[in-house]
């Protein structure tokens, strides 16, 4: 089990970019796949990213290919997603999740963070 915090959201302009960070805690964060999702106000959950223990293979949601990057750092158990181009319709609370393997993350399955909140102004 690990435990994950984000941070790094924040009010932006249409266009700007953020990048969020997830802080995870406990020793096997390295054998971990990591994911990124969102969730608008009156919306499910939708999945982002998600990116192999190794960092050597990413897939992403259809919507955001091209203007997020999700990258991994083990030596600082910390999940990134570089948010480039934002758009309003980029608005929603993001939260980070890992699971054992890669399809779990995808799948939305295993731990989840609290969310850091991202809204863009058009």
């Known amino acids: 089990q690990v435990q994950l915090v984000e941070s790094g959201g924040g009010l932006v302009q249409a266009g700007a970019s953020l990048r969020l960070s997830c802080a995870a805690s406990g020793r096997t964060f390295s054998t971990y796949a990591m994911g990124w999702f969102r969730q608008a106000p009156g919306k499910e959950r939708e999945f982002v990213a998600a990116i192999t223990w190794s960092g050597g293979s990413t897939t992403y949601a259809d919507s955001v290919k091209g203007r997020l990057t999700i990258s991994r750092d083990n030596a600082k158990n910390t999940v990134y997603l570089q948010m480039n181009s934002l758009k309003p319709g980029d608005t929603a609370g993001y939260y980070c999740?890992?699971?054992?393997?890669?399809?779990?993350?995808?799948?939305?399955?295993?731990?989840w963070g609290q969310g850091t909140q991202v809204t863009v102004s058009s």
């Open positions: 999740a890992a699971a054992p393997t890669f399809s779990m993350v995808v799948a939305g399955q295993g731990s």
